[in-house]
């Protein structure tokens, strides 16, 4: 149950694009399409933004998109705005009913 | 609207126990799966445990396992995690969240966390 590997910050200015890599193993993220991305203001319920790789819940703008290849998954966000700015988690699904969460990202809109 | 809130949480000793609760409305609670997540300070989010809709079926993180039981009452809509022999790293956020119906799916709802802290 090792966590999935995120990096611990990225940056971008309002309009542009960012990426989030969130990479796992062929046991968890490579296995299953069923990795999910939470946005997380702190001090708040975390929010659901993407499920099963890439379908978004209703109400989240199509701005937010999750792809995955192999054991890497990713959330795109574009025309990054100031209330992006949030710590972003990935979670996986990773087989007899456990789950293992990404260690977390900081976004930061400059 | 479908709302989650945790209570129990406090000040415990090492050794100690906790029993935390999660009160949900706005669903059919008896229908979904439910989880325990939680945050240490400062750090990311961990799974804890998670329970399916009868309360028959449950699976625990290793760092908790044998200390640590989930359980549900769909009669008063409330999940529980009864925590034992709790430990300084136990210190965290508990958060409840709600299982999306595609059962090894995501968390799609949360509550806003109890804290618990683990101190002599």
């Known amino acids: 149950q090792s966590a999935l590997t995120q990096p611990a910050s990225v940056s971008g200015s309002p309009g542009q694009s960012i990426t989030i890599s969130c990479t796992g193993t062929?046991?968890?993220?490579?296995?299953?399409?069923?990795v999910s991305w939470y946005q997380h203001h702190p001090g708040k319920a975390p929010k659901l933004m993407i499920y099963?790789?890439?379908k978004r819940p209703s109400g989240v703008s199509n701005r937010f998109s999750g792809s995955k290849s192999g054991n890497t998954a990713s959330l795109t966000i574009s025309g990054l705005q100031a209330e992006d700015e949030a710590d972003y988690y990935c979670?996986?699904?990773?087989?007899?009913?456990?789950?293992?969460f990404g260690g977390g990202t900081k976004l930061t809109v400059l | 609207e479908v709302q989650l809130v945790e209570s129990g949480g406090g000040l415990v000793q090492p050794g100690g126990s906790l029993r935390l609760s999660c009160a949900a409305s706005?669903?059919?609670?008896?229908?979904?799966?439910m989880h325990w997540v939680r945050q240490a300070p400062g750090k990311g989010l961990v799974w804890v445990s998670r329970?399916?809709?009868?309360?028959?079926?449950?699976n625990y993180a290793d760092s908790v396992k044998g200390r640590f039981t989930i359980s549900r009452d769909n009669a008063k809509n409330t999940l529980y995690l009864q925590m034992n022999s709790l430990r300084a790293e136990d210190t965290a956020v508990y958060f409840c969240?709600?299982?999306?119906?595609?059962?090894?799916?995501?968390?799609?709802?949360w509550g806003q966390g109890t804290l618990v802290t683990v101190s002599s």
């Open positions: 979670c996986s699904y990773a087989s007899s009913s456990t789950w293992v």
């Open positions: 099963e790789g890439s």
């Open positions: 706005g669903f059919t609670f008896s229908s979904y799966w």
């Open positions: 329970i399916n809709s009868d309360g028959r079926g449950t």
């Open positions: 969240a709600r299982g999306q119906l595609a059962a090894a799916g995501g968390f799609d709802y």
């Open positions: 062929s046991s968890d993220v490579g296995s299953y399409d069923l």
